[in-house]
């Protein structure tokens, strides 16, 4: 009988490295599924398509214990209701336990279904350091049609931003005033701190001339909009990944520390009301984001 060949050195630590690059994956998405960046009937399609995928190797119980209010003692419940048990990883589930979880996702988390009907007047929103910005500034530059919406805003302006072509960067005076005389759309404090808000005329002169309009704004302002203008489109925009958009924050190298974790926490409460809106786009490339948006409106249909 011949001897088993010692393993060589290096693929022992090509090995090693290959399992730490796995659990930090598998890490990565369970942070996205408790943040709602991505839905888990998203991770178990992804799963059921490849067994061997991150999606694939995580573990029934870790999945159901990374979604919202969902704890050890609600997990196993759920667990024994669906017949699962809980070494099972979702890659190995059959074809009955399969169907018996995603009836209870649609029922627990039910999928957004994006509204048929365009409407000239877009709104995007979405977390903090997402790309609402970029997205924005990249159909402005390619998209002429389509009337960007400048915001006014009590918040100092950042290097490289121009007054009336980024924002309306006034004092709070002066934003009383806008209030008072009613000619903002919507307005909001933002992160605790300044305010920002939708000058009315601009927007109904765009529509009134034909022309599609877009709102750059937050959530709080979207579902103003939504309440004053019911046909309006409400899209938002969500990051490839939680770790991506901590990393957009921390490299923009805007805020201190405290104001980043002030943001940071906003945003899990803005993508868990994500359901609100029509349309879910996922920025990763920015003109792919872009043509998604203009996509939805109403004069790209005709």
């Known amino acids: 009988m ?49 067994a061997d995928s991150v ?29 699962i048990s809980p070494v099972k990883r979702l890659g190995g589930l059959g074809v009955r336990q399969r169907v018996a979880l995603s009836r209870w996702l649609d029922g627990r988390f039910p999928v957004l279904e994006p509204r048929g009907a365009r409407s000239r007047l877009l709104v995007l929103a979405g977390p903090t350091a997402v790309g609402k910005g970029t997205v924005a500034a990249h159909i402005r530059e390619h998209n002429p049609e389509i009337h960007l919406s400048v915001s006014a805003t009590t918040r100092p302006p950042r290097p490289g931003e121009i007054d009336g072509v980024h924002y309306y ?4 005076a002066e934003f009383d005033r806008l209030i008072a005389d009613d000619e903002l759309l919507e307005y909001a ?16 002169a765009a529509l009134a001339a034909g022309k599609t309009v877009l709102l750059e704004i937050d959530l709080q302002g979207a579902r103003q909009v939504r309440k004053a203008e019911p046909s309006a489109t409400l899209i938002f ?28 926490r906003t945003a899990k409460v803005e993508l868990a009301a994500q359901n609100e809106f029509d349309h879910l786009i996922v920025n ?3 003109a792919a984001a872009a043509a998604e948006v203009v996509e939805l409106s109403s004069s790209s249909a005709r």
């Open 2 to 50: 011949a001897e088993a060949r010692p393993v060589p050195e290096v693929d022992r630590a090509a090995a090693a490295r290959k399992a730490v690059e796995r659990r930090r994956a598998r890490a990565s998405l369970k942070r996205d599924l408790t943040t709602r960046v991505v839905t888990p009937q998203k991770v178990l399609a992804k799963a059921v398509a490849d």
């Open 55 to 83: 999606e694939g190797s995580m573990r029934i119980t870790d999945f159901l214990l990374a979604l919202p209010a969902i704890g050890a003692g609600k997990r196993d419940r759920i667990l024994d209701e669906l017949g």
């Open 169 to 172: 960067f006034v004092d709070d």
């Open 189 to 204: 404090v933002v992160h605790n701190r300044s305010r920002y808000g939708t000058p009315r005329a601009p927007i109904d």
């Open 237 to 264: 925009l969500l990051p490839p990944t939680w770790d991506e958009l901590v990393q957009r924050l921390v490299g923009r190298g805007t805020e201190g520390a405290e104001e980043r974790a002030r943001r940071l």
């Open 284 to 286: 990763e490339d920015v």
